[in-house]
Every structure is written in C-alpha cells, then in structure tokens.
C-alpha cells in the first residue's frame, strides 16, 4: 500500500546487529525501512501483552532509533527503575502541565525540528492492555497537531514479525485517515488477539 513519502526515507536504519540477533533467536523478524523525518509519532499495534514491551525494546534497538515513549510520571520517581525507563527512552506524562500532556508534546516536536534535533514517540494507542472499544486520540492530536509523520509499526504474533513500514501526514478528517492506518495495519495480531481494540478513535 503507498503511503505519503517516497523512498528510500530519509534516515536509514542504523541498528542493532545484536538486537536483531535476539529477536532472531526469539522467532521474531524486525522489517523497518528507516524514517521519513527526523521528527514524528509511531503508533504500535496491537498491545495485548506484557511481552509486548520486552519486544518493542528489541524493536526499537534493532532499528537503532533513540525512539521515546510515553510513561506514568509515578514511574519515573522510583530511584532505579526511573533512570531505567527514561535509559531506554520513556518520557514521564505530567498530567498537571499547564498546556496538558498533548500540547507539551506538540511544543517539543515543534522545538525539535526547529533545532533538527532527532525525536519520535512511539506509543500503543489502545492505551491499556485489557480491551477497550478504540484507540485513545492523544497519538493523533500530538502528530496532527505538530505537523509531523505518523509511522505505524504492525505487530503480528501469529507471524511473528514486527513491522514498521508506513508513514503518513495526517490530514485533519479523522474518518479518513483511520482508515488509511487500518488498511496498513491488516495482519496485525496480539499475543491475546480477542484483547486487541478496534482500529477506531473513541476519545477526543
């Protein structure tokens, strides 16, 4: 399916040889192209797991992206376990922030590119790994809203394959471009595949 940036993408991957070797002896396979800027958001789905984030951080070494995500603020105060998580790119959620958590998002991307400086987040839209009727639309206002590229990253377990190769620009008509994302997310299946929530925004 063709997407809104031509190739070969911008940045190529420059990853892990190591991680790709783990998820390899795992039975997983990693696909990524690169990315088409050095700003953006990336959906991951679905997320129906803990192992989902064992495999994600493979993923995201494997492709050699210094990829952040968000996290619960609470997380971050934990003496070892914070500097673990924001090691490995994880971004505390500040919920009392006076622009929110989606405006202080837009305003680092924007400052980001300002300063050509490398930032993407990635994040499950479902938002939980229990079922839910839809996505959370946090990850559609962030990339909307900062103009950058939403990538998509297909997660199949049946296949066993980890996929990151769509991008789009997002065109304000929700309808429209959730479509476009279902369609590149067809094969995509959890570890629990009745916990997967409909490719639909029921929060905005």
Not at 20 to 30: I, K, N, T, Y
Not at 103 to 127: K, Y
Not at 178 to 188: E, K, N, S, V
């Amino acid at each position: 399916m063709a997407d809104d940036f031509p190739r070969p993408l911008a940045v190529p991957v420059r990853g892990s040889a190591l991680a790709r070797g783990l998820l390899a002896l795992l039975g997983w396979q990693f696909r990524m192209d690169g990315l088409p800027a050095r700003q953006g958001v990336m959906v991951v789905y679905p997320h129906t797991s803990n192992w989902d984030f064992l495999y994600m951080v493979l993923a995201k070494w494997a492709a050699g992206f210094p990829m952040k995500f968000w996290g619960k603020a609470s997380l971050f105060n934990i003496p070892l376990a914070g500097r673990w998580l924001r090691w490995i790119g994880g971004v505390p959620i500040l919920r009392d922030s006076p622009r929110g958590v989606v405006g202080d998002m837009v305003r680092t991307l924007e400052q980001c590119r300002a300063s050509d400086s490398f930032f993407w987040l990635a994040l499950a839209p479902e938002g939980t790994r229990k079922w839910t009727a839809g996505w959370r639309s946090g990850f559609y206002q962030v990339a909307n809203g900062a103009n950058v590229p939403l990538g998509v990253c297909t997660v199949n377990y049946a296949a066993k394959t980890i996929e990151i190769t769509h991008y789009f620009a997002l065109t304000g008509d929700v309808a429209v471009d959730m479509q476009r994302i279902a369609t590149a997310l067809q094969g995509a299946s959890g570890k629990h595949p009745a916990l997967a929530a409909p490719i639909q925004i029921i929060e905005k």
